[in-house]
């Protein structure tokens, strides 16, 4: 919703891109003055965009955001900006979360497909789960007491009857307070709430898996026990056995971070070599540059080791240093010069 591409974004647009092999289309609301968010606005912001292009993204461009009753929404006054005497009220991170999980609801019954939150890392395909309608994310170890589902990554065919029913009860009065079309006093918690909810509901309409892993907190679900600054067992045979690791707060939560940096790496031992054992015999040139220059950015800071680019580098050669491609690239960067489409 605001700001440039990072190497987040491009790390789990790019991840995606070759476990799945699928489209991949960068939903974005919107933006102020005709700006887009495919406009780097920074030298990351470039690099970013470069990967992001390599991956053959798409970008769609929201003009407004949708709401339930098709007009105005509870939150829409929240969104509206400062008013009366609250003049120097600010937009916090929980009402831009509700407004995705508005996006993300609307998206997936329009045109189905895979979600995925920008720190979610899908690194093994999940075709096995394309004969269901819809697919939620759950691990109890995780949320624990909260009885909340991974809003972060889900998948559904189009039309799926249970996001309908998410969405505004489908005109069913048992349904409504179940839906967006009402809150229980926390709009950016009820897509976790609500869903997890009406899949007791109606076990029926989705099914429920912990492939689509909420990664958990330190202290907390299969993290708990282990030592301060280790990996527990428990933890990393987890990520060994689920297509998705939803690391929520990646980059931006201190605790979160600190603990992706832990031993043993789950970027190193998991997640990077589940992504690469995806990569055809001679992949593009364009995306090899990405993913030399995503796991440069992983190693300098520190979730993986230079053990494990020496050992990737002698698997995959076409895995270069960033040095060594920009020589090869005859001063144009790392990359081909390839626009990001968009639509609207």
Known sequence: RSGDADWTLALSVATAKVAQRGRVRIHTGPAKDGETYTSPR????EEALKCLRAAGAEEVRHATDPSPDGSRHPWAEVMGGPTGNNKKKKLSKQTFAHVSDVMRLYTIIQEGGIYLDRDAFLHS??????????????????????HDVNFGSFMAKKNATFFRLLWDGMGID???????????????????????????????????????????????????????????????????????????????????????????????????PNVLSHLPENPDPDIAACLSWLQDILLAKGYVDDSHLQRWRAQYPFLTKKDDVNNKSGGGGEYQGRRLSTSK
């Open 42 to 45: 920074t030298k990351d912001g």
């Open 125 to 146: 395909p999940v075709d096995e789960f394309r004969g269901y309608d819809a697919v939620l994310g759950l691990d109890p170890e995780t949320f624990e007491g909260d």
């Open 174 to 272: 048992e349904y409504r307070n179940l839906s967006y079309a009402t809150t229980w006093g926390g709009w950016a918690h009820d897509s976790c709430r609500k869903s997890f909810a009406l899949a007791l509901k109606r076990p029926d309409l989705a099914y429920v898996t912990e492939h689509l892993y909420q990664f958990p907190f330190p202290g907390k679900g299969a993290a708990r026990g282990s030592p301060r600054g280790a990996i527990s067992q428990k933890l990393l045979d987890k990520a060994r056995t689920h297509q998705v690791l939803h690391m929520s707060g990646f980059e931006w939560h201190a605790a979160r971070t600190e603990q992706l940096r832990w031993r043993p790496s789950l970027w190193g031992e998991v997640i990077w």
